[in-house]
T-cell receptor, first 117, second 111 residues
Framework: EAGVAQSPRYKIIEKRQSVAFWCNPI?????LYWYQQILGQGPKLLIQ????????DSQLPKDRFSAERLKGVDSTLKIQPAKLEDSAVYLC???????????????FGPGTRLLVL | QKEVEQNSGPLSVPEGAIASLNCTYS??????FFWYRQYSGKSPELIMF????GDKEDGRFTAQLNKASQYVSLLIRDSQPSDSATYLC???????????FGKGTLLTVNP
């Protein structure tokens, strides 16, 4: 079974530029998550999709970040314009739809390392 | 008070010893608890999850949960150098299955 795919793996941009990240979840996984992990910190949830609907985007800086999941499969996260503090690893994860109130296991992709200069 | 707290370490143990990693959480309504391992430069991978009070064992790993004390721990027996990584505690709260992660504890197992 193929894992969560992400691209690109690395990206270097200058501040005020825009950047986009792509994620393809594990086949059959309805829930998709985007996390931001700053060096030395745990992952922070930015946005969570269930199929193609947003479940939680409370920590997404909506003035500069946007995300979509068309057709309920792959997803794109965009930053426009980027700031220095956006330098981080952006992790995509997916899981089956949780049932019975239990959290399903989240499987993480390899991440995209973003450096904003 | 942070939602999920972990001692950032580093925690250093000799090979073959027991490593004990601790995590506290603030939300008494938390339902599920997860331990992820993250090697340097890699993405997190699930080690164990626990839902009920008590111990849960899987090979060399034991997760312990005490909801009254809002405390969850991970014990690694017979620690190996390959166990050297950052261990992330994650807590599930809320009906939208949101996971909140701690900062992680860096474990170093010395040969």
């Amino acid at each position: 079974e193929a894992g969560v795919a992400q691209s690109p793996r690395y990206k270097i941009i200058e501040k005020r530029q825009s950047v986009a990240f792509w994620c393809n979840p594990i086949s059959g996984h309805a829930t998709l998550y985007w996390y931001q992990q700053i060096l030395g910190q745990g992952p922070k949830l930015l946005i969570q999709f269930q199929n193609n609907g947003v479940v939680d985007d409370s920590q997404l800086p909506k003035d500069r970040f946007s995300a979509e999941r068309l057709k309920g499969v792959d997803s794109t996260l965009k930053i426009q314009p980027a700031k220095l503090e956006d330098s981080a690893v952006y992790l995509c994860a997916s899981s089956l739809i949780a049932a019975g109130g239990k959290q399903e296991t989240q499987y993480f992709g390899p991440g995209t390392r973003l450096l904003v200069l | 008070q942070k939602e999920v707290e972990q001692n950032s370490g580093p925690l250093s143990v000799p090979e073959g010893a027991i490593a004990s990693l601790n995590c506290t959480y603030s939300d008494r309504g938390s339902q599920s608890f997860f331990w992820y391992r993250q090697y340097s430069g890699k993405s997190p991978e699930l080690i164990m999850f626990i839902y009920s009070n008590g111990d849960k064992e899987d090979g060399r790993f034991t997760a312990q949960l005490n909801k009254a004390s809002q405390y969850v721990s991970l014990l690694i027996r017979d620690s190996q150098p390959s166990d050297s990584a950052t261990y992330l505690c994650a807590v599930h709260r809320g009906s939208n299955y949101k996971l909140t992660f701690g900062k992680g504890t860096l474990l170093t197992v010395n040969p």
